[in-house]
C-alpha cells in the first residue's frame, strides 16, 4: 500500500513540473553550418556552429615545423636554429606571390611578412611641346607637361648724338639717364690782389700793422675827453652847468664825464630828464653813441703813436676778374671784388634729341642733364637704358 502511495506522488510531482515547464524540451532553431564547422550545443542544449579558420597549412622549409601554438587565425612555421648561444626560435614565413590584376604589380619594397600589389600603373603619352618648350623632368602629377623659357623682348638700343660742349667742358664718362651729357670743370680765377696806398693818419695816430680787410688803417691812442663843465669847482660849476632844480652833479659816474642824478618825483614816482651838454672831444674821437651812464662820451680808436701821418684812407678801386663786382659790403677800409663761386653758376648743357626705335616716344619727364626714350611693353612704359 505505501508502495502505490509513493509511485502516486511522484506521477503526480512530475505531471505537476512538467506543466509548468521545469522538463520542457527547449525550442531551438534549425543550425545549418557552412564547410569546415561544425554542430556543437551549447548551454541551452541547441546546436551551433563552429568554424576553424580557412587556412592553407604553410610550406616550411627543411628544418622546420608547422606550430601548434600560434597567435592569429593560422599557423605558420617553428624552424630551429643552431646557435652557440642556444637553440633560438625563429617565425619563418613563407609567401605565396600575388595574383595582381591588370596594371598592378607585385611590390618590391613592402612592409610586413609578406609582399602585396601595388597600385595600377598610369601610362603617360609624351606631349607634344611647341617651339621653345620641352618635357619637364620634375613635375607634379602623375605625367610631365610643358615647360616653356619666358620669352625675352630684346630691349631696344637707343642711339645717342655726342653733345656739344662749350669750352672747358667734356662729355660725361659717367652720367645717369641713357645718354651722357657736357660735364665743366670750375674755372678758377686768381685772387686779385689788391694794391694799398698807405693812409695819411692824424697826429697821434700810425698805421695799423694788425689789421682786419685788404688795406691798413689808422690807429690812435685813446684821448682825453673834455667836459662842458669843471665839475671839481662844484659852485662855480653848477653855476655855469645847465642842472635843472632838484638833481646835483654825479660824484660817482660811468663814462669820461658825469651827468645830473635826481630824485624821482615824490607825485609821479619818475625820475626827472637829465639835461646832457656834448662833451667836446679831441681829434681822432667822436661821440659815444652807445654809451653807459646819463650822458654820453668821447669814443676814441685805441692805436699806438704815428705822427705826421693823415688817418684818412685813399682807396684805388680794385681791378677786378671776368665775373666778379667789387664789393659793396666789406670789412677794412678799402673794397675788394666778390666772386660767385663756379658751383653756384648753372652750366647750361646742350643736349640733341635721341633717336628712337619705332614704338618708343623721347620722354618728356626724365633724371639726368638730357632726355632718353620711353617704349610700351604689353601696355606698360618701359625706359631705355642704353
Sequence with gaps: MK???LLVATLILGAEAYRKGGWRRPRCEYVRCE??????????????????????????????VIQENFDGPCPGCDCKDDDDIGDIVEKKVICDIPVCGPGCEVEVDFEGPCPGCTEPKIVCDPPKCGPGCFIQTVYDGPCPGCECK??????????????????????????????????CKAEIFPEPKIACDPPKCAPGCFIQTVYDGPCPG?????????CSWNYK???????SSKVPSGCFIQTVYDGPCPGCECKQDPIIGVPKKILCDPPRCPPGCSIATVYDGPCPGCECTKVEEFKDIDRKIICDPPRCPPGCS???????????????????????????????P??????????????????????KMVKIID
Design 3 to 5: 508502495l502505490y502511495i
Design 35 to 64: 564547410e569546415n564547422c561544425r554542430k556543437v550545443k551549447d548551454d541551452r542544449g541547441c546546436f551551433k556552429c563552429v568554424c576553424d579558420p580557412l587556412c592553407s597549412p604553410p610550406n616550411c622549409g627543411p628544418g622546420c
Design 150 to 183: 619666358a620669352e625675352e623682348l630684346p630691349e631696344p638700343k637707343i642711339v645717342c648724338d655726342p653733345p656739344k660742349c662749350g669750352p672747358g667742358c667734356f662729355i660725361q664718362t659717367i652720367y645717369d639717364g641713357p645718354c651722357p651729357g657736357c660735364e
Design 218 to 226: 689808422c690807429e690812435c691812442k685813446a684821448g682825453k675827453s673834455f
Design 233 to 239: 669847482n662844484s659852485r662855480a660849476s653848477m653855476r
Design 326 to 356: 667789387i664789393e659793396t659790403v666789406y670789412d677794412g677800409p678799402c673794397p675788394g671784388c666778390d666772386c660767385k663761386i663756379e658751383e653756384e653758376i648753372e652750366k647750361k648743357i646742350i643736349c640733341d634729341p635721341p633717336r628712337c
Design 358 to 379: 619705332p614704338g618708343c616716344t623721347i620722354e618728356t619727364v626724365y633724371d639726368g642733364p638730357c632726355p632718353g626714350c620711353s617704349c610700351k611693353n604689353e601696355g
